[in-house]
Every structure is written in C-alpha cells, then in structure tokens.
C-alpha cells in the first residue's frame, strides 16, 4: 500500500492516502466563477509521479522534466512486510535510494560504500517489486511474458485510453500482450498465449522468407546447391 507521496520542493502538496477509498479532486474555491473548471490542476500528473516512483521510464511527455530537474520524489511505501519510503530523483532516475527494513526482501539493495545510502538500480527495482506485488519469481521465459511495468497500467491508469476498455490501457497496445497480461491476471495459464505470438512470429518469418526468394531476393535451394 502507498501512504504518503511527496517531494523535496515545498510547491508540490504531499498527498497522504489511507487503507480503503481515496478520492482525489480539485476543490472549487469561493471565488471561482463558470471559467474555472478542475482540469489541469495536477491529478494526472500524481499518476504519473506513482509511476515514476514505481518504475517507469523518466518521460518527458509525462512529466516537465525541465521544470523539476533539481526535484526528488518520495513513496511512504508498505512492501513484503515492511514500510518503507523509497526516493528518485529527476537528475538520477536509474537510482532508487530506500531507508527502512529490507532484510526480508527477496532482492538485496546495494550499499554506497562512500555514503551508506541504500539503493536499487531501476532494473533491480523494478524486478522487485514485479515478485512482491505479481509473484513474478518464477517466470524464466525471456519474451512474451509478463513483466511488473506491463501489468501495473491495469491497476494504475492514465489518459482516457486508458479507460475505453478493461482489457488493456492505452489504444495501440500489443494483441500478445493484451493476451498474456490478462491470462496471467484472471490466473489463466498465460503461456498459451506465448506460445501462439511465438508461433506467428515464426510464420511470419516463413513468409518473409518466402517472399523474398520468389522476388530473386535470396537464392533458391537448388542455386543454392549448385
């Protein structure tokens, strides 16, 4: 569970959420008249830090990048057992500095030898919290599987894109993966699903294949022997 989100500027409001519903939203003050409405006022933007904080890739179309670039972002974390608040900062998005227990965890931090800081690279964390929040331990396979980054939009949606059907979030998404992340989450054997974009990757070859020898491309067998 996420308890608190905040950040090292004073401009931007902590956001501290409790066990059950948390509903957000802009507040209409006194003097507001018709114009003022209750968009752009930050609520996609906390999605976004959530992500932030939880993996995602530092984007500039997601966050201003530019804007915050002296910025460090915190999340008042509950993770396997143990509460946690874990840091990224914009000028170093690849490090992920934690304080608290960590003893239990299945992936262990490393530890700056110079400062003592406890921290995860991005992979490492990202790994971790896949285990923790997925059971993704014991997934070897290295494609078309699913993978904590892929799964976590499902819960924690962005855009209206997000929103136009339960299956998947954003319009231009992958067929396998639309596939292999719902198997996995309603507890269907999601392999079958691998399995079938494995199969069409092959045949696809085949034809390119195909393609490109009746077109001179690639010589055919018998010049090939010859």
Not at 108 to 119: L, M, N, Q, R, S
Not at 164 to 183: E, G
């Amino acid at each position: 569970m996420i308890n608190r989100i905040y950040a090292n500027d004073k401009r931007f409001k902590a956001i501290e959420l409790k066990a059950g519903l948390n509903v957000i939203v802009a507040d209409r003050q006194k003097e507001s008249d018709d114009k003022d409405s209750r968009n752009g006022v930050g609520k996609t933007t906390l999605i976004n830090i959530i992500h932030y904080c939880l993996g995602a890739d530092l984007n500039r179309k997601l966050l201003p990048v530019d804007e915050i670039e002296d910025w460090t972002f915190y999340c008042d974390i509950d993770l396997s057992g143990s509460n946690i608040v874990i840091s990224r900062a914009i000028s170093n998005a690849g490090v992920i500095e934690v304080v608290g227990d960590t003893s239990n965890f299945p992936i262990t931090p490393e530890v700056d030898e110079k400062t003592g800081v406890v921290f995860y690279k991005l992979s490492d964390w990202k790994k971790l919290l896949g285990i923790c929040l997925f059971g993704l331990k014991s997934i070897t396979e290295s494609k078309y599987t699913p993978t904590f980054r892929g799964l976590l939009p499902y819960f924690v949606r962005v855009g209206m894109d997000a929103y136009s059907s339960p299956f998947s979030y954003f319009r231009n998404q992958k067929s396998w993966q639309v596939q292999v992340s719902n198997a996995f989450l309603l507890g269907l054997n999601w392999k079958y699903a691998t399995d079938s974009q494995i199969l069409k990757d092959k045949a696809a070859a085949a034809k390119a294949l195909n393609t490109a020898i009746n077109t001179s491309i690639v010589q055919s067998k018998g010049e090939l022997e010859a």
